[in-house]
Structures are given as C-alpha cells and as structure tokens.
C-alpha cells in the first residue's frame, strides 16, 4: 500500500461521517475495508480512539467477521467454491489450476496486488457447480479450459 | 422485593423475586456446579455446566443466568441433567491440553475438580487441540492459552473488578481465545501486578510465576465418589 499520510486522510473522511457512538464500530470498519482493502494495525488503533473503546475490542471483534482482512488484498478477488456440488463436479480441481495460474494458494494474494484467492463453502448457486466468483460476477459450469478467459475478463 | 415460590427438586421453596435458579438453589443448600459463572461477575453463560430441566421448556436452561418465576418446577440433578453436565465437561477435556501432572493449578483446578465430581471417566474424544505458546515474559502472570476453556472470566474480572479492559475475545469458532491488544503475548506493558484475572481463572490458563522450588498452590486435590 501506499505512504502513510495517504491512510490518514482516508481515515479522517471515513470518519467524518460518524458521530462516535460505539455502535458505529462495524460500519467505520466495513468502509475502511472497502477503501483500503484491509484493516492495518494503526488504523484500528485510531478507530479504537475514536469511539473510545480499546484496542483489543476493535481487534475482536474485527477478527470474528470474514469480510474484513489484516494483509492487503488484491484489486481483485477470486472466490472458488469448495461446496460439495462444485466439490462432485472438479471444484478441487478448478482451486488447482487457478492456484498454478496465480501462483498463490488460497488465502493469499499475488505479489502485484492484482488477486487474492479466496475459498468459500457454497454459494447457493450449486446447479451451476462448480463455481468460481470473481469480484461478485458469477462464472458457473467452469471447466480448467475456461479459466484462463475467465481471468483474463476480470481484468 | 417480592417472594416467588419455586419447586426445586420437589420440594417448594420460597425465594426473591429477581434471583437467578442458581442462587434460589444455593440459598436452598442445593449445589449446582459452575465454571463460567462467579458470584462476584455478571452472568454470562457461556460453558452450560450449570444447566437444569425446568418443567415446560423445550431445552435445558442456564440457571446462572435465568431468573425465577412464579411456580417454576425446576429439576437440579434429573438423569438428564447429569448426562449433559458430564457431556460438557468431556467435550471441554477433549479440547484440553491435559498436562494436569505438570500443572501448578492442577489441586485448585475448578474443571478438575468438576470432572471429578460428575465422574467423568477416560476420554471418549479425540479431537484437534489448539496448542499456544507459553506466555512467560510478564513478570506478574504466565499465560498459557492452551488451558483456557474460554469462560471469560478474566475478561469480566479485568474489567469489572479492576477497572481495566486488558482482554477481550477475538476470532471465532475454534479458533476464537482471548487476546491482548492485537493478539499479542501478555506483558508488563498492558498488565500489572493486581493478580485479579489470575484469581479469577477456574483453570490453570493464567497463573503466578513460580518461583524456584516453590510448591503447586492449593491442597492436593481428594477425590471423593
Ligand atoms: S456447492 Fe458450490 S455453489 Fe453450492
Ligand atoms: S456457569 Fe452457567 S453457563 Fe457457565
């Protein structure tokens, strides 16, 4: 990510829109996910002051949601499903070769910040299986052939 | 504040309006066992060791945390009742680390001591176990994450009776514990010397340090059935 002050003016403006009222912890969250990709340490810090709650509950409560990261996601985000229906019709499969594509493993993201490879336990969408969601658009009926297409439309 | 008369166990007792089960029994000599709840904290229910059958609900109840009513018919220690506190208390072993020879808490140990008491026998379960690293670096307590059985006790303590907010919970499910600031090793930095969480930790996640050749705290423990 970029140089610090950056983060700070992009904090200050997040909360702007906020009172202070300690029920506004998720939504000041949710923004700072949205704008910066991820939550960094002296951002929560200064969330934590802001409502003045401590560090460590911003910490908690932050870690028990899935939507927020701690390391820097990529511009975009693969989702691969590793639901049962997609899991039956190659989904492994599917996880394999976009993780030798990218060149990371689930979890992670590239080096370029461009993806990060997520998994996820059913998407609803299983008489489409196997499915692969990149950046909220839904690929389904994937095949390896396909892949590369889908990749490269994401970008 | 008003009486409400209860049947405990078959006998009709009488009790204030605003007590929770557990203390109705306890005023009553009846003794249900607690681990996540302690009378100088707010209820939470959070292990569900202290659950008891009351006549017309659909599930067990927490009594440490449900409040009486007006002829309520509450059972303490129905076969239903002894199956799941035994239940709970296996599922907490499995997931525990067991080093109970190697303890300093083992003699005071409330889970131990618990499991006694229930007769819980050898493990059933075999499961994953969530190993920490020891934390020894503060000079006032020693940490060891491995043993908590995430009662929250020292939460509740730190910020109910010291005044401070050292812990909070963090992350879910299995991987859920309690942490201090962003998931770092306890230090003098964050904690000082009151000893109020260590006092508070039915298990033997948080203690003193020990200092050379001194002995485990507590009487060995007797176990009487
Ligand atoms: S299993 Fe993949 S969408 Fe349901
Ligand atoms: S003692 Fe009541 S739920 Fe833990």
Known sequence: ???????????????????????????????????????PEEVMQRV?????????????????????????????KVTV??????????????????????????????DDLEYTLETTACFGSCALAP???INKNVYGRVTTAKLAEILTMAE | MAEITVTINGRQV??????????AALENGIDIPTLCHHQDLTPLGACRICVVEVEGSRT??????????????IHTHSDKVLATRRMIVELLLASHCGSCFMCDKANICELRKIAADLEVGLPRFQMRKNYYPLEDISPYV?????????????????????????FAIAYRGFDSKVVVDFDQPIDKEVCRDCG???SFCPTGALGKPREAKEEKRGKPLIITS
Request: hydrophobic share 40%; charged share 25%; aromatic share 6%.
């Open chain 2, 142 to 166: 020693v940490r060891d994450l491995t043993k908590c059985i995430m009662c929250r006790r020292c939460a509740r303590a730190c910020s109910e009776v010291a005044g401070h907010n050292v």
């Open chain 1, 48 to 76: 934590a002051k802001f409502l003045r709650l401590t560090d460590n509950t911003v910490y908690g409560v932050s870690t028990f949601y899935a939507q927020f990261s701690f390391t820097p996601t990529g511009r975009n």
């Open chain 2, 60 to 73: 067990l109840v927490g009594s440490c945390h449900t409040p009486i009513t007006e002829g309520m018919v």
């Open chain 2, 196 to 198: 109020v969480c260590i």
């Open chain 1, 1 to 39: 990510m970029t140089a610090e002050p950056d983060v700070a003016r992009e904090l200050a403006e997040i909360l702007s829109h906020y009172s202070g009222a300690k029920s506004e912890l998720i939504p000041i969250l949710q923004d700072v996910q949205e704008k910066l990709g991820y939550l």
């Open chain 2, 14 to 23: 009488s009790a204030k309006e605003g007590m929770t089960i557990l203390e």
């Open chain 1, 131 to 133: 499915v692969v969601v």
């Open chain 1, 81 to 110: 499903c590793r639901g049962t229906a997609c899991h039956v019709r190659g989904g492994a499969r599917i996880l394999a070769e976009i993780e030798r594509r990218l060149g990371i493993k689930e979890g992670e993201t590239t």
